[in-house]
T-cell receptor, first 115, second 112 residues
Framework: DPKIIQKPKYLVAVTGSEKILICEQYLGHNAMYWYRQSAKKPLEFMFSYSYQKLMDNQTASSRFQPQSSKKNHLDLQITALKPDDSATYFC??????????????FGPGTRLLVL | GDSVIQMQGQVTLSENDFLFINCTYSTTGYPTLFWYVQYSGEGPQLLLQVTTANNKGSSRGFEATYDKGTTSFHLQKTSVQEIDSAVYYCAMRDQGGRALIFGTGTTVSVSP
């Protein structure tokens, strides 16, 4: 059974619209993250959460808002979508956010295309 | 700032060839280093990780050695198979210890 679920797998949106990317993890982890993978760019860290509290935000834009309704959920709301937001968004989790040696496990990703 | 550099964008091999992927890093201190593998249509999977305590990691026939002197963390495999075709990412934790910083990835294509 998949341990990190991301929904939907594919998403097509129009410029200016708003979408929510869903992430649920069943690993019993206390830390969750969002990363983005754009064409021709490496995986980029966006957010980290620990026990449902925001720890790090490395996105320049307030259009990206993570939401954690439960400890094992970390959704990503994106407003006023732009074509540059087209990317694959990966959710990840780890046991704790502080452990330098702690392994981060990644979900299968949501591929977003903004037209 | 922290960075991870993979110079090889693409490596093309035949089965049973030797694989070597370069990775160098820049940061202060001695971070934990990771190799992730990403198969087509999937998220990155941890392949192996190495700390300064053990200096070397291995998994599924892959090996990586942490060289603090040259700040390198190269990945190698003696005999690749077609199923090893994937994108390989070198990564490290940033100085805050929470974010992973990834290299640009190396696409490995292995033909039978």
């Amino acid at each position: 059974d998949p341990k990190i679920i991301q929904k939907p797998k594919y998403l097509v949106a129009v410029t200016g619209s708003e979408k929510i990317l869903i992430c649920e993890q069943y690993l019993g982890h206390n830390a969750m993250y969002w990363y983005r993978q754009s064409a021709k760019k490496p995986l980029e860290f966006m957010f980290s959460y620990s026990y449902q509290k925001l720890m790090d935000n490395q996105t320049a834009s307030s259009r990206f808002q993570p939401q954690s309704s439960k400890k094992n959920h970390l959704d990503l709301q994106i407003t006023a979508l732009k074509p540059d937001d087209s990317a694959t968004y990966f959710c990840a989790s780890s046991q704790e956010v502080w452990g330098g040696q702690d392994t981060q496990y990644f979900g299968p990703g949501t591929r977003l295309l903004v037209l | 700032g922290d960075s991870v550099i993979q110079m090889q964008g693409q490596v093309t091999l035949s089965e049973n060839d030797f694989l070597f992927i370069n990775c160098t890093y820049s940061t202060t201190g001695y971070p934990t280093l990771f190799w992730y593998v990403q198969y087509s249509g999937e998220g990155p999977q941890l392949l192996l990780q190495v700390t300064t305590a053990n200096n070397k990691g291995s998994s599924r026939g892959f090996e990586a050695t942490y060289d603090k002197g040259t700040t390198s963390f190269h990945l190698q495999k003696t005999s690749v198979q077609e199923i090893d075709s994937a994108v390989y990412y070198c990564a490290m934790r940033d100085q805050g210890g929470r974010a992973l910083i990834f290299g640009t990835g190396t696409t490995v294509s292995v033909s039978p």
